[in-house]
Every structure is written in structure tokens, then in C-alpha cells.
């Protein structure tokens, strides 16, 4: 079975430009996330989704950033415009159900975005 | 706002001797997940406490949730280089439901 997959899998752009991260899933989970980690910290809840309802955004800078997951399934971040103090690693997680009990999540590799 | 701490920062250890990281939230969590990150990967699950004053083993690892569930605890026996990483805890606060991880603990082991 595939795990989640991102990509691209790297992105440098000059600040001010927009740039946009995808993610799919494993195949039959409800909850995917989007998280930001920045060197040496551990990973920052920017967005929840719960199938294509976004159920936890407080996280999310919404002046620049914009998510969608608009059948449930693979989902898009977007950046505009990005700012130097975005560069980082986004992560994308999926799980079965937030609200079973028990709620692995499995992480795709990432995408190392630099900010120039 | 909820924080979630873990101590130490960093912590070299020799090859066979123990290691222990601790979990520290300023809320009350309604459960307690530990990843592991090796350099340049992602975050892997290692397993989930539920229940307050659980204990959960596996192999070397031994994971602790607190009577209070507001910390938690990994401890390795015997590490070897394969233990290499940074662990995270990760929780879900009981009151608002949000989920934020530790600050993570790095560990080298040297042979």
C-alpha cells in the first residue's frame, strides 16, 4: 500500500511569490494535516481536515495561506505571497478517523520550501 | 497557550547505556501519541497512551502516561545506533482538542 505522497518534493522561490504544495492521502482516510516544521522544532498543526471539512484551522496564517481538500481525498496548500520566514518543511499526515480512539497519523516526506 | 515541553534538548549517550525523555504539557491531555524522526525523514508513530498511569512496552522502549495525563515518559534500555533520532510527544488537549507536539529530544548514540 502507498504511503501519503507530496510533492514537489523540494521548492525554492524568491519572496513574494506564490507557491503550492499537494498531498494524497493513503487511500481510505478521513483526516489529513498539513503541518509546518522549522529546523530543530517539532511540527506545527497549520490545518486539519476531516474529509473536505477544514475542522481545526487556528493555526493557519490566512492572510497568505489557503488550503483545500475539495473531494475528501488529496489536498493543496498554498502560499501567497511567501515571505522569507517560510522557509521550512510542510508536512503532510493522514489518518483513519480523528475521532477514534486510536489515531496514528502517517507522515509523507515533506516539502523543503526555501524562501529566498 | 497550551505549551508542550520535553526535556532534554539533546542528550548523547554511549552504545548500551539507557536513555529517557520527558513530556511535559501545560494541559490536561486526552491522549499521548510518541513519533520518532530520524535526520532528514519524517516523523514515524510509535504508539498512543489513552488511559492515566499507563505503561506500554515495546521491545527496548518502555512509554508512561502520567496519573494526571499531563506527561509522559520514553525510555530506551541498551540503545544502539539505530535509536538515532529526534522524539516528539504529541497530544491532544482534553478541553479545545487541539493537537500540538513536544519540542522533541534529540539523541545520538555513539559506538
Known amino acids: 500500500e502507498a504511503g501519503v505522497v507530496q510533492s514537489p518534493r523540494y521548492k525554492i522561490i524568491e519572496k513574494k511569490q506564490p507557491v503550492a504544495f499537494w498531498c494524497n492521502p493513503i487511500s481510505g482516510h478521513n483526516t489529513l494535516y498539513w503541518y509546518r516544521q522549522n529546523l530543530g522544532q517539532g511540527p506545527e498543526l497549520l490545518i486539519r481536515?476531516?474529509?473536505?471539512?477544514?475542522?481545526?484551522d487556528s493555526q493557519l496564517p490566512k492572510d497568505r495561506f489557503s488550503a483545500e481538500r475539495l473531494k475528501g481525498v488529496d489536498s493543496t496548500l498554498k502560499i501567497q505571497p511567501a515571505e522569507l520566514g517560510d522557509s521550512a518543511v510542510y508536512l503532510c499526515?493522514?489518518?483513519?478517523?480523528?475521532?477514534?480512539?486510536?489515531?496514528?497519523?502517517?507522515f509523507g516526506p515533506g516539502t523543503r520550501l526555501t524562501v529566498l | 497557550g497550551q505549551q508542550v515541553m520535553q526535556i532534554p534538548q539533546y542528550q548523547h549517550v554511549q552504545e548500551g547505556e539507557d536513555f529517557t525523555t520527558y513530556c511535559n504539557s501545560s494541559?490536561?491531555?486526552?491522549?499521548i501519541q510518541w513519533y520518532k524522526q530520524r535526520p532528514g525523514g519524517h516523523p514515524v508513530f510509535l504508539i498512543q497512551l489513552v488511559k492515566s498511569g499507563e505503561v506500554k512496552k515495546q521491545k527496548r522502549l518502555t512509554f508512561q502516561f502520567g496519573e494526571a495525563k499531563k506527561n509522559s515518559s520514553l525510555h530506551i534500555t541498551a540503545t544502539q545506533t539505530t535509536d538515532v533520532g529526534t522524539y516528539f510527544c504529541a497530544g491532544s488537549d482534553s478541553g479545545t482538542y487541539k493537537y500540538i507536539f513536544g519540542t522533541g529530544t534529540r539523541l545520538k548514540v555513539l559506538a
Open positions: 494541559t490536561t491531555l486526552s491522549n
Open positions: 481536515y476531516e474529509n473536505e471539512e477544514a475542522v481545526d
Open positions: 499526515a493522514s489518518s483513519l478517523d480523528w475521532s477514534s480512539v486510536y489515531n496514528e497519523q502517517f
